[in-house]
């Protein structure tokens, strides 16, 4: 009998490394951010309805995703920018990773008339072309005029861009300047 509960203990040990290995890939903290779509390489598994409880309200469904933590975010180069904000008419510096580095994580580098769906928390959410992204340097911040976002707030993660750099937008009423900037942004779908 102790020989049996030895054997399977050291088959256990032994199978450890390969079920570390799966994991490898994985968001080491808890994911800010899921990737879906059309995506060159994955670290986890489909939509799991519990598990994914707000994506499961806002009706999201996929077989294949990468998930992103806070730590992944900040390891990559940041981008500040000092748009002129809505809330109170004032510029702040915003700072983070350029969006197509995130989606970059995955491997993954969308076609110039691809799309990039940004939802929020809130389930407000926007088809961004991804030569938009590019030509207006959409980031996604992390700080705000150098400290976290916090959820509850505009984060902890929001797509955003330098308004006031874009003569077209910068026209516009300062309300007017955002729409396409879903703040409490979780995930992101790629196509194309």
Known sequence: MKKRHFLGAAMSAAALPAIAGADAGRAPGPALLTLTGALARSNRGPFDPVRDQMMHKQKLRFEKAFSIDFGALLALPAVSIRPTLEYDSRPHTLRGPLLLDVVALSGTRPREDG????????????????????????????????????????????????????GDMAARPVAERFGACPWALYHIEVTG
């Open 115 to 166: 799309k990039l769906l940004l939802r929020a928390v809130d389930g407000y959410a926007v088809a961004l072309p991804v030569a938009q992204a590019r030509a207006q340097r959409f980031i996604v911040a992390t700080h705000l005029d150098g400290k976290p976002m916090a959820l509850g707030g505009l984060g902890p993660l929001w797509a955003v861009y330098d308004a006031d750099r874009f």
